[in-house]
Structures are given as structure tokens and as C-alpha cells.
């Protein structure tokens, strides 16, 4: 797996400034949108990337001059809101998230409505380490816990995540080969759903991002067994890592900004500035921390760097264990 840091918002920004981002500015001359921008988040409302999009949306508006409207399109674990946005016109007009692995496991299981060059990257601007996420009064207690319980029980126990080849889900089956052990995969359009079902005791263990129930573990209503990055977040350095447990399992979610492909260079330039110019702004790390975002940025090469080294891997991995239902 490429390598991965989860940066917290103060340390995002020694690799952004001097001669890279006046080269891009320069980039940019030419370009400055004249009308509202549309951001298609392939999600539903409230889970962890629409909070994303709606926050950077907001500091983004003040960098363009322009309103950027929140379009949630959620469904097919993200493939409806990715080809609205692949089939968009490449203007800079319509923008969107885009969300590992989705973006590449959707075109790799089946024949999809989109491909990972119908997009042109703009910036990465979180890295999320997945989390399994128990009601605070489950009686796992621990990883070892559920997994025993799974050993005796094999095929009934219930998880929940957020659809077919998402990162959850692979996570799951991961740690399910790991552990030599069988679950029922239970798919949901989104991490708020997954919450309520988790809360209404539908499922009793949910597999997700844990920016996106970090709260919910403060205010005590849900417990996190374990968390899947390769080191321990900084927000929660009491939480073990599946590696340190004994399991190879190492998974999470970018979540990053992108345009459909052909959309011109300095239009891309400018709409990535206005990201980097966002990440760097004190306001907007200190409410990004307050969100339980860990940010990561990423240009627009770099991006399409890891996102291309995510394909192979995927492709690598599809081709030894394919992920079904």
C-alpha cells in the first residue's frame, strides 16, 4: 500500500509554500469564475465527506469570489454522483469529491458508469483511517471479543458499511481473512445511516471512518474496538492499531477534490490554489480539527500519483481475493 500519513491541520503545510506556490499562481493568470461553482458529493448528507465538502466549500467561496452549491448525490456506493460528475462539462463549473477506493474499486468490480481517467485530480485534502465502531453498552469489549463471538458464530453476525469495494468493506474482508473468521457485510448509502442503524441496534458492529464517529465516542454513545491506520491517530493515540493486534490490516479513506477530465490547465491551477490556499488557513485547520478531519493535501500530480498507485493495487488485490457480497 502507498505509504500514507495522516497530517493533522498544523502539520499540512511546510511542504506547500515558496517557489511552488507562487509557479502556481502563475498558472492560474487567465482564469477566475464568473458564476456559481457546483460540488457533487457522491454521498449523502452528514457522513464524513459531505461535512468535508461543505466546509472547504465554504472557505473556497471567499478564494473564488463565487458560491459553491452542495449537490449530494449518494448511491451505488458513490458511482451515481461519480459519473454526474465524470459525464459533467470540463469548465471548472462542476467539481466534485472523490473518494478512495471507491473511485478506483467501482470500475474494477464491475462495468461502471465511469472510469478513474474520466477525472482530472485537483488536490487530496483528507486521509481518514477506518474504525469498528460498537454501541457504548455492546458487549464487545474488546477486538478480541467480537472475533471470538464470530468464531463460535459463524455467518450471523452483522456490519455495517458504506457499500460493495468501499474501504470498510474491504478493511472487513481483510481482517475477516485475517482472522479466519465470517460475518454478513450489510451495505448503507453513507456513514449517518450507518450510525442510525448501529444506534437502533439493527447491526451490532459498524465498520467506518473515524472522523466520522469520533464524536460520538467523546459524547459516549459509541465505542471504537480498533482503528486501521498505519499509526495511531494523534486524535485518539489510546486506540490501537489492527497491526499492533496481530492483524495485517491497514485501510482508510482520501477524500479529495476533482474536475471531469479535459478540464483546461488553468482552470485546474486556479481551482487547486484555491484548495492549498484553504488548507494553509489557520481558520479553516482549526475548525477542520474541530470536524475530526485529518488532512492530508495533495496537488494535483501528486494526487494523481497516489490514485494511479491505488488502481494497481486494487487491480493486484481483485485478482486474488475479488470483493462480493
Known amino acids: 500500500m502507498p505509504h500514507r500519513r495522516s497530517l493533522l491541520a498544523l502539520g499540512a503545510l511546510a511542504p506547500l509554500a515558496g517557489l511552488r506556490r507562487a509557479a502556481l499562481a502563475q498558472a492560474t493568470a487567465g482564469w477566475q469564475p464568473d458564476r456559481p461553482i457546483s460540488m457533487i458529493v457522491a454521498f449523502s448528507a ?4 459531505d461535512i468535508a465538502a461543505r466546509l472547504i466549500g465554504r472557505f473556497m467561496e471567499r478564494d473564488l469570489g463565487q458560491s459553491i452549491v452542495v449537490l449530494n448525490r449518494p448511491g451505488a456506493s458513490g458511482e451515481i454522483g461519480f459519473a454526474e460528475l465524470a459525464r459533467a462539462r470540463p469548465d471548472g463549473y462542476t467539481i466534485g469529491f ?11 468490480e464491475r462495468r461502471a458508469r465511469f472510469a478513474l481517467r474520466d477525472f482530472a485530480p485537483i488536490a487530496n485534502i483528507v486521509d481518514d483511517p477506518d474504525g469498528l465502531w460498537v454501541l457504548a453498552n455492546s458487549p464487545y469489549q474488546t477486538l478480541a471479543d467480537l472475533i471470538d463471538d464470530a468464531r463460535r458464530r459463524p455467518e450471523t453476525i452483522g456490519y455495517g458499511t458504506t457499500g460493495v469495494g468501499s474501504d470498510d468493506h474491504l478493511a472487513m474482508l481483510a481482517l475477516e481473512r485475517a482472522a479466519g473468521i ?6 448503507y448509502a ?10 437502533s441496534g439493527t447491526i451490532p458492529v459498524a465498520c467506518t471512518n473515524l472522523g466520522d464517529c469520533i464524536t460520538d465516542w467523546r459524547q459516549g454513545t459509541m465505542r471504537p474496538l480498533v482503528q486501521m491506520g498505519a499509526t495511531r491517530w494523534a486524535l485518539a493515540p489510546e486506540l490501537p492499531t489492527l497491526r499492533e493486534l496481530g492483524y495485517d490490516v491497514v485501510e482508510g479513506s482520501m477524500r479529495g477534490m476533482a474536475a471531469p477530465a479535459g478540464v483546461p490547465a488553468p482552470v485546474l491551477a486556479r481551482l487547486a490554489l484555491a484548495v492549498q490556499r484553504t488548507v494553509e488557513n489557520p481558520e479553516f485547520q482549526a475548525q477542520a480539527v474541530q470536524q475530526n478531519l485529518p488532512l492530508r493535501f495533495l496537488g494535483p500530480d501528486a494526487f494523481a500519483d497516489e490514485l494511479n498507485a491505488l488502481d494497481v493495487r486494487y487491480r493486484e488485490l481483485w485478482s486474488r481475493h475479488p470483493w462480493r457480497d
Open 190 to 199: 453513507g456513514s449517518a445511516q450507518i450510525k442510525q442503524n448501529l444506534a
Open 182 to 187: 465470517k460475518m454478513i457485510h450489510i451495505p
Open 46 to 49: 452528514g457522513g464524513g465527506t
Open 98 to 108: 472523490i473518494n478512495t477506493p471507491h473511485i478506483t474499486t467501482i470500475p474494477i
